[in-house]
T-cell receptor, first 110, second 115 residues
C-alpha cells in the first residue's frame, strides 16, 4: 500500500501561535483527507483535499498532488486544537481504502 | 444526518468471550470500512464492503474475526473467541461511491478491552 509520513510527530504551541503540519505520500492519490482526533478519541473530518487549497476558519490545507505532499495550517491556535492530526490517503491504483499516517500530536498550552 | 453510529462505545469482556461490534453507516453511503486503532500499529483497515459485499478482508487478523453487512444500514464485526491482544479502538467509516474515493466519515469508535 501507499506510505504516508507525517511530520513533526509532536508539536507544542503557545496559545495564539501558528503551525504547519506536513504529510508526504509515496504514490499518486485519488483522495487525501485530514482528520483531528480529539482527546475523547473522535475522528473529526477537517478537509477532503486530493488537490488544491481549502480554508475553514483558522484552518487551511494545501495538497500538491504532483509533488506528493499536503500541508495543514493552523493559525491562532487554541487549547481546543489539541489532539492528534492524521493525514490519510487513497492510492490511485490498488487498494480502495484510506491509508493513515502516524499522526502529529499537537498540544496547545495557555 | 446523525453520522456513522457505532455501538457499544465501550466494551469490557473476559478472554474467550464473543464480542460483537455494531455499525450503522450514513444513509446513502454504499462503502463501509472497519478500522482498528492501536498504539503499536496506528489506524489500519480490517475490512471494506461495497454495496454490502465484502471487497477486501485482507486486514482481518485471523479466523477469530468476522464481519457481515446484511443490509445497507447495518454491519457487525465479531470476535470469537476474544483475546487480550484484541484490545483496541474499533472504528467504522462510510463513504459514497466506490471505496475511499469520496470523503469518508468515521463513527465515534468502540473501545474494546479484553481482560
Amino acid at each position: 500500500g501507499i506510505q504516508v509520513e507525517q511530520s513533526p510527530p509532536d508539536l507544542i504551541l503557545q496559545e495564539g501561535a501558528n503551525s504547519t503540519l506536513r504529510c508526504n505520500f509515496s504514490d499518486s492519490v485519488n483522495n487525501l483527507q485530514w482528520f483531528h482526533q480529539n482527546p475523547w478519541g473522535q475522528l473529526i473530518n477537517l478537509f477532503y483535499i486530493p488537490s488544491g487549497t481549502k480554508q475553514n476558519g483558522r484552518l487551511s490545507a494545501t495538497t500538491v498532488a504532483t509533488e506528493r505532499y499536503s500541508l495543514l495550517y493552523i493559525s491562532s491556535s487554541q487549547t481546543t486544537d489539541s489532539g492528534v492530526y492524521f493525514c490519510a490517503a487513497l492510492p490511485q491504483t490498488g487498494a480502495n481504502n484510506l491509508f493513515f499516517g502516524t499522526g502529529t500530536r499537537l498540544t496547545v498550552i495557555p | 444526518d446523525a453520522g456513522v453510529i457505532q455501538s457499544p462505545r465501550h466494551e469490557v469482556t473476559e478472554m474467550g468471550q464473543e464480542v460483537t461490534l455494531r455499525c450503522k453507516p450514513i444513509s446513502g453511503h454504499n462503502s463501509l470500512f472497519w478500522y482498528r486503532q492501536t498504539m503499536m500499529r496506528g489506524l489500519e483497515l480490517l475490512i471494506y464492503f461495497n454495496n454490502n459485499v465484502p471487497i477486501d478482508d485482507s486486514g482481518m487478523p485471523e479466523d477469530r474475526f468476522s464481519a457481515k453487512m446484511p443490509n445497507a444500514s447495518f454491519s457487525t464485526l465479531k470476535i470469537q473467541p476474544s483475546e487480550p491482544r484484541d484490545s483496541a479502538v474499533y472504528f467504522c467509516a462510510s463513504s459514497k461511491g466506490l471505496g475511499g474515493r469520496a470523503e469518508a466519515f468515521f463513527g465515534q469508535g468502540t473501545r474494546l478491552t479484553v481482560v
